[in-house]
């Protein structure tokens, strides 16, 4: 019995012996090379567009207020169409203006027949004084007449003016060729100043987008409002809503004064011509701005990985060990992505297998490169 247990002691001794053996034979082989595929960070020549999201505004744009009190008797347009500069838009009732005005013209009728009568006596008593034969209180009496018919006459004059203003309030015309909207009020409508706004009139024909710019890109949107834009090279366009491109170029007109300390951004303003009315005020749409990338650095996208709001490549180096490099990407080409930095033209990358590959990993390239 003693020998039995003894003979299972050395056996289980033997045992875990073996195995440890085992476990440290297997802690010391290296796990295999990784199978992978790999570019290289290439430079090339590149043209791509930049996108900003934009809004159409109106260069030109007029909110229609009534200036005087009163009814709307007349509209003279149908709601959206054309309206030349100098157009009849509204009518207000002009009667009690009418009136006013009628009134106003003769009160100053009757202040320049005063005036008239007063010159005359003036002049009378001035002869009269010449030889003595008049008191003196009465001429200056007379010469105090005479001032003070003037100033009736400028007084009735003044009324008739302000007057005669009103009653030319009560047609309102279009101030610019535009647009005229769809009407704030109808047949009837008691308007008066300062309140409903009646419509709004645009032009059409040349119309703005405004974005916003990083301030970062102040001094390369400066230089080319400085230089001007060839509308041929069409540096500027927008997409439209329904994902179309706009037909017509713009040009930049504008940078504004100042930068939003808030947001770091400075609001830019391109001009388009609207010869099919296709742009309106208010829309929204994608400014794209052509840029011309020289001996830019790119590699595939599906090489970049993202985390924690950073991107990351794997670049393979000597003894194909790889080590993940922070990049600061720019714009996405056709499946290509520009680097702005972070890597070197030549540097490979792997391009398949990132999922499996860890940072110091050893990998096998399954694809061949020219001069690898």
């Known amino acids: ?68 009190s009163g009814y709307i008797t007349e509209i003279y347009f149908e709601d959206g169409q054309h309206v030349a500069k100098g157009q009849k838009l509204y009518k207000i009732d002009a009667q009690q203006y009418a009136g006013n005005y009628n009134q106003s013209v ?77 009407s704030q009020v109808k047949l009837g409508s008691a308007v008066a100043p300062g309140s409903t706004v009646l419509n709004t009139i645009s032009a059409e024909k040349l119309l703005a987008v405004d974005f916003a710019l990083d301030e970062k890109e102040i001094p390369r949107f400066t230089k080319l409002q400085r230089e001007g834009t060839n509308p041929a090279d069409s540096v500027f366009t927008i997409q439209l809503p329904d994902g179309s491109i706009y037909d017509e170029p713009g040009k930049i007109v504008l940078i504004d004064r100042a930068v939003d300390p808030q947001t770091g951004t400075i609001k830019a303003r391109l001009e388009f011509d609207n010869p099919q009315n296709m742009l309106k005020p208010g829309m929204t749409c994608n400014v794209r701005v052509k840029t011309d990338a020289i001996n830019a650095l790119m590699i595939p996208t599906k090489a970049i990985m993202e985390q924690m709001g950073e991107n ?38 792997i391009t398949d297998g990132v999922q499996k590959v860890r940072d110091g990993a050893v990998v096998k390239l399954t694809n061949s490169l020219d001069g690898h």
């Open 1 to 68: 019995m003693k020998l039995t247990i003894h003979n299972i002691i050395i056996s289980s001794v033997l045992l875990l012996a073996s195995c440890g053996e085992k476990n440290t034979k297997m802690q010391q082989q290296a796990p295999p090379p990784i199978d992978v595929n790999v570019d290289t960070a290439k430079q090339v020549n590149a043209v791509y567009f930049e996108e900003y999201p934009g809004t159409v505004n109106a260069l030109n744009q007029v909110d229609i207020h009534a200036q005087v």
């Open 312 to 349: 990351f490549v794997f670049v393979v180096g000597d003894s194909n060990r790889v080590a993940q490099t922070k990049i600061v990407k720019g714009k996405n080409i056709d499946g290509n992505t520009i680097i702005q930095s972070g890597l070197q033209p030549g540097e490979i990358i």
């Open 106 to 182: 003769a009160d100053l009728n009757v202040a320049k027949a005063n005036l008239e009568k007063a010159q005359k006596n003036a002049d009378r008593y001035i002869e009269l004084d010449k030889d003595d034969a008049i008191a003196k209180q009465i001429v200056d009496n007379a010469m105090a007449d005479l001032d003070a018919a003037k100033m009736q006459v400028k007084a009735a004059e003044a009324n008739v003016s302000a007057v005669q203003t009103n009653l030319r309030y009560t047609t309102i015309y279009a101030p610019f060729d535009g647009v005229i909207g769809i």
